[in-house]
C-alpha cells in the first residue's frame, strides 16, 4: 500500500516539476514576447520536460548535490504556479480538458504500476546503462564514467534516471526510469491534444490506442529509446504547428534558437542521437522561412562540436561502436556484397515494421494521403525528406559495419526503427482529421 501511494505521489511531483517554467494555465510566459506562446497543455509540460533535461544536463558536469536542485525547482514550480494562479487573463480548463487529464492520470498510472509490478532490467539496460546510473545515484562525478564500462555512450539518459531514483520518496531504483513513461504519455497526448476537440469520444479513442500500440515493456527494462521517440515526436508537433497553425504568432530568431538549443539534448542519449538532431533540425531551418538560416545552421553544429569536446575531454572517452573508417568499407562498393547487404538490410527493415506496427500505421496514411489527398500530402514534404534521409541513415549504419550484420540487425534495427517513428505520426493524425471528421468539426 506505501508503494502504490508513493507512485501516485511520483506522478504528482512530475506534474508540478515540469508545470514550469511555462505555465500550463497562462497563455502569456512572463518576460517572454508573443512569438514564445505555446498552444496546448501537453505541449507545455513537454517543453517544460525538455528545459529540465537540459538543465539537468549542465547539473550533471557540476559537483551539486541533486537535492539541492530538486527542491529549489519543485518549490519554483509551486511558487510560479501560485502567482499565475491569481493572475489575470490565465486558462480556464473546461469538462473536455478535465476528463483527457483524467485520461493522462489513467495511461500514466497504470503503466507505472506495470513498471512496478515487473522489474526486470534487459540485457543492455542492466549492462550498458545501469552502472552509469548507479555511479550518478552514490553521487560519483561525471569523470568515474571513464572507469566503467561503454564510457563513450553518452550520459545524460542514466543522469535522469539517477536524479528521480535519488529524489523519490522511496529510492527505488525504477522510479528513476518512472519519469522515461511520464514524459514518453506526455508526448503522446502533445500530438493529439489540438485535434478532435469536438469529438471527444474519437479522441480518447486515439489516445487509448496509440498508448497501447506504443508502449514496450521491454524498452522501459533501462534502454534510452523511448527519450529519443518522445523528444521527435514533440519536434515533429511543433514543426506542424509552425507551419499549418496559422493562429500561431509568427516566430522570432530567439524562438528558434531556443528550439535548437532544447532539442540538441537529442545527441546525450545515444550515439545515432547525433545524426537525429542533425538532420531533423537542419532540415526544419532550411524549410522555414527565417533569416540568418546559415548562422542556426551553424549553432546547430556548435553542439555537436561541443558534445565531442566535453565527452573527450571532461569524460575522457569519445567514439562510436565502430571506427569510422575500417578496413572492410571498400567492399561494400563490389557489387555482390552491396547486394547481400541491401537484400538483407531490406529484409529486417520489414520485420522491425511489422514488430513496430506503429510504422505500418503511418506509412499506410502516408500512402492514402499520396493517393486521395495530394494537396496535403505535398504539405508535408520536409516530413518526406526527413523520411527519405532516415531510411538512407539506417542503411548507411548497417552497410558501414564492420561486425556480423545479420547479428547487429537482429538484435538492433528494431530499436532504431522505433526511436524515429513517432515523429510520422503527423501523417495519421492528418488523414483521421480529412477522412473522419467533417471539415467544421476540425
Known sequence: MIEIFNIILQFLTFVILFSYPFCLYKNKVFLLSDSFLINGIYLKISINILIHINLLLILSFLDIKTEIYF???????????IIFYFNEKKFEPDFNDLLIFYIFIIIC?????????DLKLEWDGLNHWFPKALNFYNEIGIQNLENLGFSEYPHLGTYIWAFFWKNSYLEYEYFGRLFYIFFY???LFSIVENN?????LLKVIILFFLSILTFDEFLFGGYQGYLIFSILIIFSRLIYDEKFNYNVREKSFLFYLFIIYIFHSLIWFKDEGIFYYLFTVISFICFTNINKKYLLISISFL???????LQKYLIGNYGFQAEIIHDNLLDNFKPQIFFEKFILISKYIFVSIIKYKLWIINLFSYLILFLFYRKDFLELKLWTYILLINILFIYAVYFHTPYDLEFLLKVTLDRIMFHTSGFYLIFT???IRKTILLKDNL
Do not use: D
Open 71 to 81: 527542491y529549489l525547482i519543485i518549490f519554483l514550480s509551486i511558487l510560479s504556479n
Open 109 to 117: 498510472l497504470g503503466f507505472f504500476f506495470k513498471t512496478a509490478i
Open 185 to 187: 504519455v506526455t508526448s
Open 196 to 200: 478532435f476537440n469536438r469529438n471527444l
Open 303 to 309: 553542439f555537436v562540436i561541443l558534445q565531442f569536446l
Open 429 to 431: 493524425i492528418l488523414l
